[in-house]
């Protein structure tokens, strides 16, 4: 319940008890101790509907905590009605840490951050946090050697910044315990949800963080209840009992000089127990006479009663009620001004309402700069609505020299919009389209872009909308909100049509990138496509090696290998006629990983090193990192686990060196992966471990998964199958949260290994034949002949009983296919094996002089190719590995 601020006379900050939540109190203070006495964070989320008391409860608690004891406590707060930007609750707190105000200029500010974090940090890797802490704050700072690493891989630059978030707390709390209270997360951006959600989950020290939304918040995330597990509360805020409820409503009432009884009874029945409903109801009394001010003078406020009023008064029996009452309180100028406010937006600027009354407005002869006339009575109007409740003015303000106000409540805003036509609107946005254009920030600031686009649209400037629109994708996509970035890169070539080619040409390529990181395959290979007609067609020799090449990785990651090698060499041809080194290095690379896939060892490591060669010499250590990774799983899959070896821990060492933890947690998978083959399985799980902890620590749950269907492999090959079905069951949870379905079928096909190894068929052939449906749906060629061959090995043991045999070769034959078709030698060789061994072992085939002479083939053909690929055993390479 907040504080009771109108315009009627009373005294501004006076506010009705808290009453009736005794229990919810005790649980805050309960969580605020553990938090302080064990020094470990603590998580509590207060959930309830608008009006419940969210923010009164929590602004009391902080007061509680600060008058009742002399420990120090830092309290910061954060909320998305404030800055409804993607990471606006967290710029809001961060700019209340670092003492960052209004007007302030941004060098001044970048130096105070910069200050203030190298007192936290002791100047360790200051430069690597404030970028990140700078993003989130809209202040640009130079790149350091790791920020320049991770400029081109959106997705491991947010997980390295989740992880500079999270250590930046935690070296703060280190100094003195904090308390952060994040508000209105029911309204939170999906960016801002997915960093809180990883600081709720690993933020390590004396934190406590509160969190307040209403209850469709955990509509979108139905697992928030169970974030950070036993040290998160949730609170759900019930409604006032009758009791409270009445001793609220005659706490409001007290003003009056008269008994209130009757005010009090229909105030309540209205309310049903919510508390800001108690408040609208005094709102209302004033607007309809039943209440109304003695004197103006008076120092105190002293309402009278007019019980005639209140017999015959039409009070609210609804919401939908009350705001119709509250609109009609309205004359002609406010209501204008609020209607010019609903169209501008979510938030709103005084700037913008002058430019609006003036669209209409001859500029006089001469422009005297102190003749603010007009400027003035908004200002009037605007402190007259936020008296009321109509508005509320924020602290901050996105555009310097103008203050910004929201509504107070969203329903009054539908309801003034309504009442303007369609004309009417779009005069509007193109009005405020145009003032917009000329503010601070727009350019640089994702969601004010997205703003500017969204009025120029509806106001009927489709050319102008789609270049915005394309504008606020880049940006988005440069802070790692490939969603997001996707929805305006679609848009804005929608608008576009076939205008502005040179623009749309970038644009479809940053789509497709940003359409493949989200899984939209079909669609990433559409806008890569178009993007190589339109370099085709303006002979942009280089842009069409782009596109080819981004075309001819997807096929590879879909096992379309023979399209995957047209492409691949199609982008060469077309880098080196460009003049492109580093186009043409990268290209070299995919062609070595194209043989890899394919089992051709000798042709990758050619390619590969060439690769190598080419990038040390443009001297870009992330980039050489990645040739090692790469080159190091071809000599782990052809047997030579030794130069394999050194070939990881050289990329391992310059990913520790440039602080690239994403690539860290690869690389050790890796190692581990090695150390699974060469059956040393103690320091298999070393390596795991090690490539878990840091997976933890950037909050990468994807490779997280992997880690742990890995382990549980290692677990299942070393004769441990109980001990991997409990690992895998955690990773198979994990993926199936993430949506992550390559990931879940690779789990699948572990668990069903895990269970045939136990013994237990039916379940065995439930996991894969999951596996093989996942793997299908996602168009990866090569995992789903490697589950079909996993599948036809668990019929083949007697998992779909006496008619198994049939079903058996029809699975080991479809695997032979796929491998065959997709030119994948090493997984067709292992298939041949399986397939063999089961044409020789099945009883029923004892006498069948074909199936053995088919068996001895495959053998021979197995046998074949692992020779002339130089590997030394059939079974290496089964781990998930990650280039």
Known sequence: MGEMTTG?????????????????????????????????????????????????????????????????????RGSARDLPTSYGIFARLLRARFGLVEGMNPEAAKAQVRAQVSKVLDDRKVGDVIYFLGQLLDLPFEESPLTRALKDESHQSELVRRAVVKAFIEADASHSPLCLVFEDLHNAHDDSLGLLRYLLEYVQGPVLMICAARSELVGRYED???????????????????????KVMAALLAPCTAPAGQLVEAACAYAGGNPMMLEQMVRIYHDVGVLRERTALATAPQWEIDLEKLSSAKLPLTIEDAVSARIGALDAEERALLEQASVMGSVFWRGGFVALRRADQPAPGFWNASDDEDAERIDELLADLVERDYLLKLPDSTFPGTDEYIFKHNKEREAVEQHLSTAARRRLHRIIADWMEHQENVQTNVEYAAMLARHRELGGDGYEAGLTYLRAGDLARQRYSNSRAGEYFQKGLELLGEAAVVRRLGALH??????????????????????????????????????????????????????????????????ESAGDERGVASTIDDIGKLHWLKGEYDLALGELREGLRRRQALGDPRSIALSLNNLGLVLQDSGDFKEARVAFDQSLRIRREIGDLVGVVVTLNNLGTVAQDQRDFERALQLFEQAREVAKEVGDRNKLALVLTNIGETHYRSGQPNKAIDVLRQAEELCDELGDKLGLAEVLRGLGKAYMLQGDLVRARDCIGRAVDLFAAVRSKVHLGTALRTLGEITAAGGWGAAH??????????AVAIFEQTGNEVELARTFKAYARFLQSEPEFTDDENARAEAWQMQARADEIFGRLNISAADTGQSPALP
């Open 224 to 246: 928030w209840p169970r974030i950070g597990e036993a040290r998160h509360r949730v609170i759900d805020l019930p409604p006032l009992d009758d009791e409270s409820a009445a």
């Open 510 to 575: 940053n789509y497709g990138d940003v359409l493949q990181l989200t899984g939209h395959i079909d669609d990433a290979l559409a806008a890569f496509g178009e993007m190589r007609t339109l370099a085709y067609r303006l002979d942009l020799r280089g842009k069409g090696g782009a596109a080819h090449n981004r075309i001819g990785r997807l096929h590879r990651e879909i096992g379309s290998l023979d399209e995957a090698g047209q492409h691949l060499q199609t982008a060469l041809a077309l880098f």
């Open 8 to 76: 009627w006379g009373s005294e501004r900050g006076a506010r009705a008890p808290l009453l009736g939540r005794d229990e919810e109190m005790r649980l805050l203070d309960e969580a605020m101790e553990t938090m302080r006495s064990r020094a470990e964070a603590r998580v509590v989320t207060v959930l309830g509907p608008a009006g419940i008391g969210k923010t009164r409860l929590i602004q009391d608690f902080i007061l509680r905590q600060r008058e009742g004891t002399k420990r120090p406590l830092k309290v910061f």
């Open 805 to 814: 045999t049939k079903s058996a070769r029809e699975y080991f034959a479809r």
